[in-house]
């Protein structure tokens, strides 16, 4: 249990890996805050196609605010008007960028799976997309891998835990298998006959 939770027992032999990996990490964020700050209001806005306030209020009503609280983890909840939206982006591009950077990784990563969670959960039809809890699901596991401290280069005093690295090739991998299933069993000819590549 050691090997795989204390991170003084973490894989030293991943940091270089681990930099690169959340440097990444970080311009996949900003990529989806970037692209949201366009479409968001015209998507969850007060005059969008399914508005998150309205959403919300049916939430609230149908289980209460304190489970709906828990059935839709968002910051919308305090409010879910058009600068709110534009606000929530913009902070989810900053705190990315500042990841990439490799500046206080931890907290930054919190920040942006706070924002990407908080639009998620109120988008409705609209974050049903795999690529959305796949992005939610590496932000969460990547919290428990990068290095603690405000500055910490490659992280060296922290390696990261084992636990964390196998949950992430875990989902890079059922990333991989699931979409090659997906194609083969979609009937595609040139998938069938292994010819598409």
Known sequence: IRWLFDPEHGA????????????????????AFYSLLF???????????????EYLQAVAQALGRGRGLWF??????????PHMLTALCWVGMAASLVLAFN?????????????????VAAAQDFSGYQ???MLL????????FA???????FGQNSPPMRASLFLLQW???????????????????????FTAM
Not at 39 to 52: D, F, K, M, S, W
Request: aromatic share 16%; with cysteine.
């Open 103 to 119: 500046l206080w990784p931890r907290g930054m990563l919190l920040v942006c799976f706070v924002c990407f969670l908080s639009f």
């Open 12 to 31: 030293a032999d991943r940091l270089i890996p681990r930099w690169m990996f959340l440097r990444a990490l970080g311009a996949i964020y900003f990529s």
């Open 147 to 153: 290095p603690s401290g405000l500055r910490p280069g």
């Open 171 to 193: 989902e890079w991998f059922r990333i991989y298998f699931e979409s090659g299933v997906a194609k083969i069993a979609g009937g595609d000819p040139e998938w069938r006959h």
């Open 39 to 53: 479409q968001i209001r015209g998507l969850i806005g007060p005059q969008g196609i399914l508005p998150a306030n």
């Open 72 to 81: 839709a983890p968002t910051v919308l909840w305090i409010s879910s008007g």
């Open 131 to 133: 690529s959305d809890g």
């Open 137 to 144: 699901e590496a932000g969460f596991v990547a919290l428990f």
